[in-house]
């Protein structure tokens, strides 16, 4: 009895294609990877999203907005005048992690925390004085 060998339908349907031919001849063949032997750059997927995209580069994808808008939390709550706008201000910031924690937002995971908007407030009160 020989032994028994499974090709799945994707390996079946990928064997068949090569058998075709229609992988000969593809743009990009026999051609070096982009960014292959340079430099790595932390960011080297956002600036590869923003090519691929046609985006300009004041765009960025939506949960690096917010891990941008939770960075400069300080300085934009140091601008608002009342304690009920720093409030405002940290419950809409924290319905927005949330949302990008549920996978609701396109962009990279976000790990961020919520904020405890005491604490904020607390903050910004001193920094006031």
């Given at each position: 009895m020989g032994a028994h060998w499974y090709e799945s339908?994707?390996?079946?349907?990928?064997?068949?294609?090569?058998?075709?031919?229609?992988?000969?001849?593809?743009?990009?063949?026999?051609?070096?990877?982009?960014?292959?032997?340079?430099?790595?750059?932390d960011d080297w997927w956002v600036k590869d999203w923003v090519r691929r995209e046609g985006a300009t580069a004041g765009v960025i994808p939506p949960t690096l907005a917010l891990r941008r808008s939770a960075e400069d939390l300080e300085t934009v709550v140091d601008r608002l005048p009342t304690e009920r706008d720093v409030r405002e201000h940290v419950?809409?910031?924290?319905?927005?992690?949330?949302?990008?924690?549920?996978?609701?937002?396109?962009?990279?995971?976000?790990?961020?925390?919520?904020?405890?908007?005491?604490?904020?407030?607390?903050?910004?009160?001193?920094?006031?004085?």
């Open positions: 339908s994707i390996d079946r349907q990928l064997r068949e294609a090569a058998e075709r031919g229609e992988f000969e001849n593809l743009a990009g063949a026999g051609k070096p990877l982009t960014g292959y032997g340079g430099e790595y750059e419950a809409q910031l924290n319905a927005r992690i949330d949302k990008a924690r549920r996978g609701h937002l396109d962009g990279p995971p976000v790990i961020l925390p919520p904020f405890d908007a005491d604490a904020v407030v607390t903050a910004w009160q001193e920094r006031r004085r």
